[in-house]
């Protein structure tokens, strides 16, 4: 007896409902897996934050004072206008050690010590930035190892090193302004392209080192003692020597912000800028917390401003090492409340008593 064996194959309307089906399936769960590794990616930004501020604590603990913000103008020049013949080396330079980078700061072999007013090893002119302007070998030391990448200093939702502009390697912040220098990309070795990149940098108040005059607002608030932008100091500021314990007792440190994250350039279309770890120390928070909207867009990311890549909130340090997400809010907006509310955040010593909750994301 022959039996015969028929084997049946899908029709091509079945295939089609097959792969609908697929198509309906991947759509539903594509955002979830999303949602899941940006969940990841911000608790491993919130690690990398608190890594930093221990740092900050360890120094602190070393040194009797927090790091400074950044070698900016010499302490008879503190408030003087930006120039590009000071060392310019910022706050993560000094905090190497701490994260377990001994290694790249033997390299630099100018060991930055925040107790000099100048360079800090003999026969080291003063007076000169970190990626060019000291002699060899201290010049070129210093800029080959600002071009290390250490990935504790990148947010995982970002990519600072798609930048293509250029990478800042200074950020100083004096009389009601930012003056930010970068490297262009594309221009040999020197480039920006090259530099190992962060997204964290310090909080230095308002506008740190500002002596111009503040809008009546802030009397109306705070009293006649609030006469200038600098009321608003923050806890990192050009060659500082404030400690933790300085802050008062209504903001103490679990209320001040210490470090935050910035994407250093624009949030969408073509990356402009980045900052670089050896030199970007520091941003004053004038301009607010800005958003990944369209660079034209008046609240969108820009390089003088904190910003993140995470929905909704800006990830900050805070003084006691603690790390919260801060949102957006109307903090771009110059004297809003939202805007007073922040800058009382990242203020040590104004003793300020606005509600901190409905920006605060624990």
Same mark, same amino acid.
């Given at each position: 007896?022959?039996?015969?064996?028929?084997?049946?194959?899908?029709?091509?309307?079945?295939?089609?409902?097959?792969?609908?089906?697929?198509?309906?399936?991947?759509?539903?769960?594509?955002?979830?897996?999303?949602?899941?590794?940006?969940?990841?990616?911000?608790?491993?930004?919130?690690?990398?934050?608190?890594?930093?501020?221990?740092?900050?604590?360890?120094?602190?603990?070393?040194?009797?004072?927090?790091?400074?913000?950044?070698?900016?103008?010499?302490?008879?020049?503190?408030?003087?206008?930006?120039?590009?013949?000071?060392?310019?080396?910022?706050?993560?330079?000094?905090?190497?050690?701490?994260?377990?980078?001994?290694?790249?700061?033997?390299?630099?072999?100018?060991?930055?010590?925040?107790?000099?007013?100048?360079?800090?090893?003999?026969?080291?002119?003063?007076?000169?930035?970190?990626?060019?302007?000291?002699?060899?070998?201290?010049?070129?030391?210093?800029?080959?190892?600002?071009?290390?990448?250490?990935?504790?200093?990148?947010?995982?939702?970002? %990519?600072?090193? +798609?930048?293509?502009? !250029?990478?800042?390697?200074?950020?100083?912040?004096?009389? $009601? =302004? @930012?003056?930010? #220098?970068?490297?262009?990309?594309?221009?040999?070795?020197?480039?920006?392209?090259?530099?190992?990149?962060?997204?964290?940098?310090?909080?230095?108040?308002?506008?740190?080192?500002?002596?111009?005059?503040?809008?009546?607002?802030?009397?109306?608030?705070?009293?006649?003692?609030?006469?200038?932008?600098?009321?608003?100091?923050?806890?990192?500021? %050009?060659?500082? +020597?404030?400690?933790? !314990?300085?802050?008062?007792?209504?903001?103490?440190?679990? $209320? =001040? @912000?210490?470090? #935050?994250?910035?994407?250093?350039?624009?949030?969408?279309?073509?990356?402009?800028?980045?900052?670089?770890?050896?030199?970007?120390?520091?941003?004053?928070?004038?301009?607010?917390?800005?958003?990944?909207?369209?660079?034209?867009?008046?609240?969108?990311?820009?390089?003088?401003?904190?910003?993140?890549?995470?929905?909704?909130?800006?990830?900050?340090?805070?003084?006691?090492?603690?790390?919260?997400?801060?949102?957006?809010?109307?903090?771009?907006?110059?004297?809003?409340?939202?805007?007073?509310?922040?800058?009382?955040?990242?203020?040590?010593?104004?003793?300020?008593?606005?509600?901190?909750?409905?920006?605060?994301?624990?």
């Amino acid at each position: 007896m022959i039996r015969r064996f028929v084997r049946r194959g899908f029709t091509l309307i079945e295939l089609l409902v097959v792969i609908a089906i697929i198509a309906v399936l991947i759509g539903l769960l594509l955002p979830a897996v999303q949602k899941v590794r940006e969940a990841a990616n911000r608790m491993s930004c919130q690690n990398n934050l608190k890594q930093v501020a221990l740092a900050a604590h360890n120094y602190e603990s070393t040194h009797s004072k927090l790091p400074p913000g950044w070698y900016g103008p010499t302490p008879t020049a503190k408030d003087s206008g930006f120039a590009w013949t000071y060392q310019h080396v910022g706050l993560l330079s000094f905090l190497l050690p701490y994260i377990e980078q001994e290694n790249v700061y033997k390299l630099m072999q100018v060991q930055w010590d925040p107790n000099l007013p100048i360079a800090g090893n003999p026969g080291v002119p003063p007076g000169n930035n970190w990626w060019g302007g000291l002699p060899a070998p201290f010049g070129p030391a210093n800029f080959n190892a600002a071009q290390t990448r250490i990935k504790n200093l990148i947010c995982p939702s970002d %990519n600072p090193y +798609e930048s293509v502009t !250029g990478t800042f390697v200074t950020l100083h912040s004096a009389f $009601n =302004t @930012l003056t930010g #220098g970068y490297l262009p990309n594309n221009t040999g070795n020197n480039g920006g392209q090259v530099l190992g990149r962060t997204n964290y940098v310090g909080v230095n108040g308002i506008l740190a080192g500002s002596l111009l005059g503040a809008p009546a607002a802030f009397q109306q608030r705070y009293g006649p003692q609030a006469n200038t932008y600098g009321f608003f100091v923050g806890m990192l500021t %050009n060659r500082g +020597e404030l400690t933790l !314990g300085q802050a008062t007792a209504q903001d103490g440190t679990a $209320n =001040t @912000l210490l470090i #935050g994250e910035s994407l250093g350039g624009t949030a969408q279309g073509q990356r402009d800028f980045s900052y670089s770890w050896m030199g970007c120390g520091a941003l004053p928070m004038y301009w607010g917390l800005g958003t990944t909207r369209p660079p034209a867009d008046p609240t969108a990311a820009q390089w003088y401003r904190f910003s993140s890549k995470h929905t909704g909130i800006v990830q900050f340090a805070m003084g006691d090492g603690s790390v919260k997400g801060v949102k957006h809010g109307q903090t771009t907006t110059p004297l809003s409340n939202d805007w007073f509310v922040m800058a009382e955040m990242a203020g040590i010593r104004e003793a300020g008593v606005l509600d901190r909750s409905p920006l605060l994301v624990q």
